[in-house]
């Protein structure tokens, strides 16, 4: 009880502000037919039953399942079961990510369908998935992390170069996005399960930078797509 207290006062917070700002601006400025105003508070409200129903089952299910995943597979001691299964998880995850449907479904609409919505939601996946299993990588092969994001973000900025101009905006988004309420928490807790068997000692500075790494895949694997598409 006490976690879904705690969930619903996280929800009213971070809903309150922006609802409380469009109020003002209804009475002050902008002036939206009733009916449009009506259809806007009784969305805030669905959002915000929604996110905590969501927020809840994130914690109740996602999260114990994730830190379980990440403990049992370094028990069988070999190495690219542990990276497989760190890609595929990665990839699902993404796959069912709300926030990165929101942009696949904006930027299919924007485009006119050149580029659909799967196409991108498959990319920005299968970016998150390979990024992923290359923290798993980190993790067992105990590589610096400064390193990883040199190299990664080293591949962002020369694909930059090459990328036509309307992706480079897309690719960045891609990579914000992957940082939601499913994404994160899974990913986080899987790291959390891995560090804590492989390197009990230091499992909780293991875990941190895993969700850094996570966002280059989207923007690198976005690039690509756009060079393809260019």
Do not use: C
Request: no cysteine.
């Amino acid at each position: 009880m006490e976690q879904f207290m705690e969930t619903v006062k996280e929800v009213v917070f971070a809903v309150l502000p922006i609802t409380l700002v469009i109020v003002i601006l209804q009475f002050t400025l902008i002036w939206l037919p009733p009916e449009v105003f009506i259809q806007f508070l009784i969305g805030v409200v669905m959002v915000s039953v929604g996110l905590i129903l969501f927020l809840v089952g994130v914690h109740v299910g996602l999260l114990p399942v994730g830190e379980m995943i990440g403990s049992i597979l370094p028990k069988s001691k070999k190495i690219w079961p542990i990276i497989t299964v760190g890609f595929i998880l990665g990839f699902v995850v993404t796959v069912a990510e709300p926030d990165v449907r929101v942009l696949a479904q904006q930027i299919d609409n924007v485009s006119g369908g050149e580029i659909s919505q799967m196409v991108l939601i498959s990319s920005v996946a299968l970016g998150v998935g390979i990024f992923v299993a290359l923290a798993m990588a980190r993790i067992i092969f105990k590589i610096r992390l400064k390193w990883l994001l040199l190299g990664g973000y080293s591949v962002v900025f020369l694909l930059a170069a090459i990328t036509p101009n309307t992706f480079i905006p897309i690719s960045f988004d891609a990579g914000g996005v992957t940082t939601g309420p499913m994404t994160v928490p899974f990913i986080l807790a899987l790291g959390v399960g891995v560090a804590s068997v492989l390197r009990s000692k230091s499992s909780s500075s293991d875990s941190f930078g895993l969700v850094a790494l996570a966002s280059i895949g989207p923007i690198i694997s976005v690039q690509i797509l756009g060079v393809i598409y260019g």
